[in-house]
T-cell receptor, first 118, second 115 residues
Framework: AQKVTQAQTEISVVEKEDVTLDCVYE???????LFWYKQPPSGELVFLIR??????QNEISGRYSWNFQKSTSSFNFTITASQVVDSAVYFC???????????????FGKGTKLSVIP | GAVVSQHPSWVICKSGTSVKIECRSL??????MFWYRQFPKQSLMLMAT?????????EQGVEKDKFLINHASLTLSTLTVTSAHPEDSSFYIC???????????FGPGTRLTVT
């Protein structure tokens, strides 16, 4: 069974601070995808990144960066110089790569609520 | 591209009535659509997976007779909450997977309140 753990339920930071959101996953699959989504108060999920299990390179996109470490089954997300607009709930998710009717089902972590204080 | 719409965005209904929620992929064909439910301050929980032209696959604990899912075309899936009760009040989110890729594109969600 797949499982995604986001141990941090809520985090508060002061604007311009850096913040790292942790994500640890469990899966028996050798190939899988990892995702991060942002859910602002409006409720709509915003896709941030997808990472293939074969690709352990870290990625940077503007103020966002992701650290994928297969050895520790972690896929952490760092926001540099946080801004008030970053306040949201962030979900880490895992998806198998398989064929069939149930393929690509996403297993979500419980989410981390980030509050950036001006 | 890759836009998924949901209708209605919010609905209030009386206990015992049925409510239908539509999920449409606007610019791509979705062979697979997923329905999630999210209670306040909780994560998204997968309710069911539907493939066009076949019966939906429900997750354990989800009543298939209560949550009717129809995926009649490659761009439309509907979720009908039958005989709704206050405990069915939740945020329902659909997603659609483009047959060509791996991404799930999420709709904006439907907030259901049952009084």
């Amino acid at each position: 069974a797949q499982k995604v753990t986001q141990a941090q339920t809520e985090i508060s930071v002061v604007e311009k601070e850096d913040v790292t959101l942790d994500c640890v996953y469990e899966t028996r699959d050798t190939t899988y995808y990892l995702f991060w989504y942002k859910q602002p108060p409006s409720g709509e999920l915003v896709f941030l990144i997808r990472r293939n299990s074969f690709d352990e390179q870290n990625e940077i996109s503007g103020r966002y960066s992701w650290n994928f470490q297969k050895s520790t089954s972690s896929f952490n997300f760092t926001i540099t110089a946080s801004q008030v607009v970053d306040s949201a709930v962030y979900f880490c998710a895992l998806s198998e790569i398989a064929s069939g009717a149930g393929s690509y089902q996403l297993t979500f972590g419980k989410g981390t609520k980030l509050s950036v204080i001006p | 591209g890759a836009v998924v719409s949901q209708h209605p965005s919010w609905v209030i209904c009386k206990s015992g009535t049925s409510v239908k929620i539509e999920c449409r992929s606007l610019d791509f064909q979705a062979t697979t659509m997923f329905w999630y439910r999210q209670f306040p301050k909780q994560s998204l929980m997968l309710m069911a997976t539907s493939n066009e032209g076949s019966k939906a696959t429900y997750e354990q604990g989800v009543e298939k007779d209560k949550f009717l899912i129809n995926h009649a075309s490659l761009t439309l899936s509907t979720l009908t909450v039958t005989s709704a009760h206050p405990e069915d009040s939740s945020f329902y989110i659909c997603s659609a997977r483009d047959w060509r890729g791996y991404e799930q594109y999420f709709g904006p969600g439907t907030r259901l309140t049952v009084t």
